[in-house]
C-alpha cells in the first residue's frame, strides 16, 4: 500500500462529526438519572422533559449537552436538535455562540397587554437594561389579560407592570414562580369532594347513567370546539383498549385564562373531574399538559397528586404532568399529543381522529380544563341545574375570560348565550372609564371581531358563525373608541405568523404574507380575500383556517373606519 492510501485509510477511520464529551454524559446522568439502569428514561415521550431539566438548570441549550442527550436517549442529534427548536422556550445556543444573559424579560405582545401600553413599556425596558446582564424580548400571551400589562421575569410574572415594578422585581431577585394559595385536598374533601370518584369506581354510579347526565345538561367541550362532552367518551370507548386519558392544559388563545383561574382555585375539583373521564374510558393513564407559562400552576398540580397518591385515591404514575413549552399550535388536539410523545408539535391529518388514533397510537380522550371541572358539579346539583343555567335559550354556565376596556376584567362565570351588552353591565361593571365601546372579540385571537351594533347577540356555540364570529374558549376581549382596529388586526395577524408551525404552506406563507399586506399605507382587499379564502380552504388545522378571521371581520363589518383612515376606498 502507497504512503498517500495509508493516509486516505486513516483519514476515513476517523469519527465523523462533533464528538460526545463524556464528562456532560456523566453531568446529564446526575441531572436527569441513569439511563443504564432505568431505561424509562430513554423514552421518546421523555425528551422534552428532559430538555427542561438542563433548560431550567444551565439557562439554555448548547449543542454539546443536545449531543450528549442525543447519546443519553439513543437518539439521532437531528430528533433531538428539531425538538428543541421547535418551542420558543428552548434558547438553543450553537458552538460559536455565546451564552445568552443569566436573566430574561419576556414583554407580553398579546392584544390586551397592547391596549394596556405594553409597546411603550417594552421600549422602556430595552433602553433601560444591560445587554449583558438582561435581554429583553416580546413574548405571547401569558394567560394574565386581566392584569396587563404583563412582564415575566424570569418565571415571575410582574402584573399590570411598569418600567419600576419590572426593576424592582429584578432586584428583589424576584426570579421564582408566585405562591399560590390553593385549596387542600382535606378542605376538598370535607366539602364532599371526591365522591363521585369514589361512587364511580365502586359500582355504584355507572357511566351510562353519568353520560346520561351529561348529555342532558348539554356540556360540550369548553376549549373552543364545542364537541358534546358525552360524544367523545362514547366516541374513545368505542374503539378498543388500551386507552389514553389527556387534558389540554395549554390555553394559549390570546385573551384567555380562564383554566388558570380554576387550576389556582380548586385543583382538586379539575382533577376529580379528569379522573372521573379517565375512569369513563378506562385509561390506562391520565396526561395532564400544562403550558409553560403557568411555572406556579405546575407546583400545585405536582403538590395535589402528590396528595392523592399519599392517601391512594389514585395510583402512583397513573396521573402524568409534563410542561409545555411555548408552541400556541399545542392547543390543537394532535398537536399536543405529538408534544406529548416528545415531538415538534405539528397536527395530524385526521382521519383517524384522535378518539381512534391518539397517543401512542391508542384511542385517547382529549378534554378541556373547564369541561372536566364541571363533572362533580353537574352529577352533585343535578343536569337540570346546570341546563337551565342559560339564557335567551341557550343551555349551561360558561366562564368568559373578559379582559380590554372594561372596568373589572377577569373571569365572570355567565349564563350560556348571554349578551355582551349584559355581559359588561351586568358581571364587568361596564366599561372603563372614559372608554366607550367599538368592537369586540367574542373567542380570543381566532374568533373574529365584532361591531357594538352586535353587542346584543346571545354568546355561545353555534350562535355567532352567521355573523362570521365563533365563541372558541369564550375569550372576549374588548375594544373602544381609542383603539386603533386595524392595529389590533396587524397585532393578530403577527401572533399567527409566530405561532405557525410552518408544516402547511397556506398557513406558513398566508400568515406571513396578510401581515406583510396589513402593514402597508393601503390595503389591497381583492389579494387579502383571495389569500384568505386559500387559508381557509387548505390549512391542515384550525390555526391557518380562523387566521384571516379578524382580517375579514374588519373588511365586512367596519368599512368606514377602514375608508376613514384611507386603508380601502371609500363607497
Known amino acids: 500500500m502507497s504512503t498517500d492510501e495509508e493516509v486516505v485509510k486513516r483519514r476515513r477511520s476517523a469519527l465523523r462529526g462533533r464528538q460526545l464529551e463524556p464528562a456532560l454524559l456523566s453531568e446529564l446522568r446526575g441531572l436527569i438519572g441513569d439511563e443504564r439502569s432505568d431505561s424509562s428514561l430513554r423514552q421518546r415521550d421523555r425528551l422534552i422533559e428532559h430538555l427542561h431539566a438542563l433548560h431550567d438548570s444551565y439557562g439554555y441549550l448548547s449543542m454539546s449537552r443536545l449531543r450528549a442527550l442525543a447519546s443519553f436517549m439513543n437518539l439521532p442529534m437531528a430528533a433531538i436538535y428539531e425538538t428543541a427548536t421547535f418551542y420558543a422556550h428552548f434558547d438553543v445556543i450553537h458552538d460559536e455562540q455565546a451564552p445568552p444573559p443569566a436573566l430574561t424579560l419576556r414583554v407580553c405582545d398579546s392584544l390586551s397587554c397592547r391596549l394596556a401600553g405594553a409597546e411603550a413599556l417594552h421600549e422602556a425596558l430595552v433602553a433601560g437594561a444591560d445587554p449583558t446582564q438582561v435581554r429583553v424580548r416580546r413574548a405571547p400571551c401569558m394567560g394574565r389579560c386581566d392584569t396587563a400589562p404583563v412582564v415575566a421575569v424570569g418565571h415571575h410574572h410582574v402584573r399590570y407592570a411598569n418600567a419600576m415594578s419590572v426593576a424592582a422585581a429584578v432586584e428583589q431577585g424576584q426570579v421564582q414562580p408566585e405562591e399560590i394559595a390553593w385549596q387542600r385536598l382535606a378542605d376538598y374533601r370535607s366539602a364532599g369532594g371526591y365522591q363521585l370518584l369514589m361512587d364511580c369506581q365502586e359500582g355504584r354510579v355507572s357511566v351510562e347513567t353519568l353520560t346520561s347526565e351529561l348529555e342532558h345538561a348539554g356540556l360540550r367541550g369548553l376549549g373552543g370546539a364545542g364537541f358534546p362532552t358525552f360524544r367523545k367518551w362514547q366516541a374513545v370507548r368505542a374503539e378498543p383498549g388500551p386507552r389514553y386519558a389527556v387534558i389540554n392544559a395549554d390555553e394559549g388563545e390570546p385573551g384567555t385564562f380562564k383554566d388558570r383561574y380554576y387550576l389556582e382555585y380548586e385543583p382538586h375539583g379539575f382533577l376529580e373531574g379528569a379522573l372521573v373521564s379517565a375512569w369513563a374510558v378506562e385509561a390506562k393513564a391520565l396526561y395532564i399538559y400544562l403550558r409553560d407559562e403557568y411555572p406556579g400552576l405546575h407546583r400545585v398540580l405536582t403538590e395535589a397528586i402528590a396528595e392523592l397518591e399519599a392517601v391512594e385515591i389514585v395510583a402512583p404514575g397513573f396521573i402524568i404532568l409534563r410542561r409545555g413549552a411555548g408552541a400556541y399550535i399545542c392547543g390543537e388536539e394532535s398537536a399536543l399529543i405529538e408534544s406529548l410523545e416528545g415531538k415538534p408539535g405539528k397536527p395530524r391529518h385526521r382521519p383517524p381522529f384522535v378518539a381512534q388514533k391518539g ?213
Open 359 to 571: 397517543l401512542f397510537g391508542r384511542p385517547t380522550l382529549v378534554n378541556n380544563v373547564e369541561t372536566v371541572y364541571w363533572i362533580p358539579r353537574i352529577h352533585a346539583q343535578g343536569a337540570e341545574w346546570f341546563a337551565s343555567q342559560g339564557r335567551h335559550g341557550r343551555r349551561g354556565l360558561r366562564s368568559f375570560s373578559v379582559s380590554g376596556r372594561v372596568a373589572r376584567p377577569g373571569v365572570h362565570v355567565a349564563p350560556a348565550g348571554i349578551a355582551l351588552n349584559e355581559l359588561i353591565e351586568e358581571y364587568c361593571g361596564g366599561m372603563a372609564e372614559g372608554h366607550h365601546l367599538v368592537a369586540y372579540l367574542p373567542g380570543g385571537a381566532s374568533g373574529g371581531i365584532l361591531p357594538a351594533s352586535k353587542a346584543d347577540i346571545p354568546l355561545d356555540f353555534d350562535t355567532l358563525q352567521e355573523h362570521g364570529c365563533f365563541i372558541g374558549s369564550a375569550a372576549v376581549i374588548i375594544l373602544s373608541d381609542q383603539d386603533n382596529l386595524a392595529d389590533a388586526a396587524a397585532n393578530l395577524l403577527g401572533f399567527f405568523a409566530d405561532e405557525s408551525c410552518g408544516q402547511c404552506t397556506p398557513c406558513r406563507v398566508g400568515t406571513e404574507k396578510m401581515l406583510t399586506l396589513l402593514e402597508r399605507n393601503t390595503w389591497d382587499e381583492e389579494t387579502l380575500q383571495q389569500l384568505a379564502r386559500v387559508m381557509t380552504d387548505a390549512s391542515i388545522c384550525g390555526l391557518g383556517q380562523a387566521a384571516p378571521n379578524p382580517v375579514l371581520s374588519l373588511l365586512r363589518d367596519f368599512r368606514s373606519e377602514l375608508a376613514s383612515q384611507n386603508l380601502i376606498a371609500k363607497g
